[in-house]
């Protein structure tokens, strides 16, 4: 919430969060879709793999909560 209320104060907007899963695919796991935030947020996973970072996906939350459905993810730059 301090991350949102400072965007706005910027005239910005939060439009996604993060995690990684250690040792573990790039892809919302039940524990991910039983605790997610937000519908409509880009929920981006990384995989870590001997402490470097492997794979990233993103992923939106279903507005029934129910699952994840994939999302394009553009890096650019």
């Given at each position: 919430?301090r ?33 997610a ?30 699952a ?10």
């Amino acid at each position: 919430f301090r991350a949102d209320k400072a965007a706005r104060a910027k005239r910005l907007d939060v439009i996604g969060c993060y995690h990684s899963h250690p040792n573990a695919p790039a892809r919302p796991s039940q524990y991910d879709v039983d605790h997610a935030a937000w519908s409509g947020f880009s929920h981006i996973i990384v995989s870590i793999r001997d402490k470097a970072a492997v794979d990233m996906t993103s992923w939106q939350l279903k507005e029934d909560r129910s699952a994840f459905d994939p999302e394009e993810l553009r890096i650019e730059g």
